[in-house]
């Protein structure tokens, strides 16, 4: 039995089944990561730092749009991965209970799963840090279409620029995310960590959740994690193992 076999039957194995995803998965459908040999906080011509920094956002908030158009903002011309795809279909024969992901890409939910915990929060919605106007929420959509004009988008109420639902260093992670996320890490008697480093906390710290309630968990990653002596199973290449994983679902 080769190992993607025996990766195979813990999935099948497995009582309650989580995945724990990073920015790795999404290089795969052609979005740079932060940390990887070619990712943001490597491109001198990026100060990547400042993208999601909330003090810099309040200061210059075109900043971010500027830097986020390209890799947040144009999400319709990326396709889920085989990654993605695998997880979604993982989810709907039953076998995978959630995805809980420190991602803003959306890809997760274009590839079909349904229930996708988004730990640093989500660009599906924008609001107004100023005045908090209800009714000044915009989309996803609405915003990649006012990005594509040129413009920023404002708040209808106090023409402040709006702020994406993504958590930026400098704030709480959701809170009502991060607890369903406590839940099911330690519910999980299988985590799969795949495409992280797991350097960024308190998101990092859901795998230590797992190993402290008796659950095993298992790392596809091409880079080293604090957490990989205490893997059950250790791989490196995403696209080969769940190539050769799809094929056995």
């Known amino acids: 039995m080769n190992d993607i076999s025996k990766l195979h039957g813990k999935i099948l194995n ?3 089944l989580v995945a724990f995803t990073g920015a790795g998965i999404s290089t795969l459908s052609g979005i740079r990561d932060f940390r990887g040999k ?19 956002f309040e200061k210059d908030p075109s900043f971010f749009y500027n830097a986020a ?22 989810e709907k024969s039953g076998r995978l209970r959630a995805v809980i992901t420190q ?14 915990l988004e730990i640093h929060g989500s660009p599906k919605y924008h609001y107004c840090i100023g005045c908090r106007a209800f009714d000044s929420v915009l989309s996803y959509e609405e915003v990649a ?7 920023l988008p404002t708040c209808r109420v106090c023409k402040r620029v709006m702020k994406p639902g993504i958590t930026f260093f400098g704030e709480n992670l959701p809170e009502q995310t991060l607890n369903e996320s406590q839940t099911e890490a330690a519910d999980a008697d299988l985590m799969l960590i ?11 710290g859901l795998p230590l959740i797992t190993l402290e309630n008796g ?26 193992v769940f190539s050769e994983l799809s094929n056995l679902l």
Do not use: W
Request: with cysteine; glycine share 4%; charged share 25%.
């Open 69 to 90: 158009k390209n890799f947040i903002y144009d999400l319709d011309e990326k396709k889920p991965s085989i990654v993605h795809n695998t997880l979604a279909t993982l």
């Open 103 to 116: 991602n803003i890409d959306l890809l997760h939910q274009k590839a079909g799963s349904q229930r996708v």
């Open 38 to 56: 070619n990712g943001l906080y490597k491109d001198d011509k990026i100060n990547a730092a400042k993208i999601f920094d909330i003090e810099y």
């Open 14 to 16: 497995a009582r309650h």
């Open 215 to 240: 659950g095993e968990i298992i790392i596809v990653n091409n880079m080293k994690t604090q957490l990989d002596r205490y893997c059950v199973m250790r791989f490196a290449d995403l696209e080969d």
């Open 145 to 151: 279409a006012i990005l594509n004009r040129g413009e």
């Open 194 to 204: 795949l495409g992280t480093t797991l350097e960024v906390y308190p998101a990092a």
